[in-house]
């Protein structure tokens, strides 16, 4: 069965400091994604940056970026310049499609609570 | 921001009691799920549905029904809630055109209250 696991429950970061989230997962599939979502005070849900598992490069979206270590089974989120309003519960998330179903199952981790400093 | 609404927001409720929780989407979108978020947890999720009146279990779904008779609406049921059910519940929609293009899209939750 496949596990994800955020190690970190809690950090802190100075605005406009880098700031590192951990991931680690088990699965022995092949075909996967990965995700990072992000939860604000408000609680709505919001996508951050996603990774496919059969792609080396790591994904980047503006201030977001990941670093995938496929071997590893790592996949950690780096938010550069940070700002207020990234402070948020941050999830990482594991997704394996199904192709007799058709469908497709997450695993969330626990969530790295994350606050920014002014 | 996708069109999801979930109904009601918040609610208190007793021990025995039935609890029905709304999700409510405008997007059509074929796929939709319950989850639970509990401290130390993560989301959980509960069921989730691939079409009108086609549900099926995930990991947490013992003391949980669900029903989806149209595309838009899928209920989430207690059929007697215990205070374990304690919870915020997220419900979440997505397309599933392709593993590429796939992505969950959550609405703002609903905070239940087992007393």
């Known amino acids: 069965a496949q596990t994800v696991t955020q190690s970190q429950p809690e950090m802190s970061v100075q605005e406009a400091e880098t700031v590192t989230l951990s991931c680690t997962y088990d699965t022995s599939e092949s075909n996967y994604y990965l995700f990072w979502y992000k939860q604000p005070p408000s609680r709505q849900m919001i996508l951050v940056i996603r990774?496919?598992?059969?792609?080396?490069q790591n994904a980047t979206e503006n201030r977001f970026s990941v670093n995938f270590q496929k071997a590893a089974k790592s996949f950690s989120l780096k938010i550069s310049d940070s700002q207020l309003g990234d402070t948020a519960m941050y999830f990482c998330?594991?997704?394996?499609?199904?192709?007799?179903?058709?469908?497709?199952?997450?695993?969330f981790g626990t969530g790295t609570r994350l606050k920014v400093l002014a | 921001d996708a069109g999801i609404t979930q109904s009601p927001r918040h609610k208190v409720t007793e021990t025995g009691t039935p609890v029905t929780l709304r999700c409510h989407q405008t997007e059509n979108h074929r796929y939709m799920y319950w989850y639970r978020q509990d401290p130390g947890h993560g989301l959980r999720l509960i069921h989730y549905?691939?079409?009108?009146?086609?549900?099926d279990k995930g990991e947490v779904s013992d003391g949980y029904s669900v029903s989806r008779s149209k595309t838009e609406d899928f209920l989430l049921t207690l059929e007697s809630a215990t205070s374990s059910q304690t919870s915020v519940y997220f419900c979440?929609?997505?397309?599933?055109?392709?593993?590429?293009?796939?992505?969950?899209?959550f609405g703002p939750g609903t905070r239940l209250l087992v007393l």
């Open positions: 998330a594991f997704m394996k499609p199904n192709p007799t179903s058709g469908t497709y199952k997450y695993i």
């Open positions: 549905s691939y079409g009108v009146k086609d549900t």
């Open positions: 979440a929609i997505s397309e599933m055109n392709s593993p590429l293009q796939e992505t969950q899209y």
């Open positions: 990774q496919e598992a059969y792609k080396q």
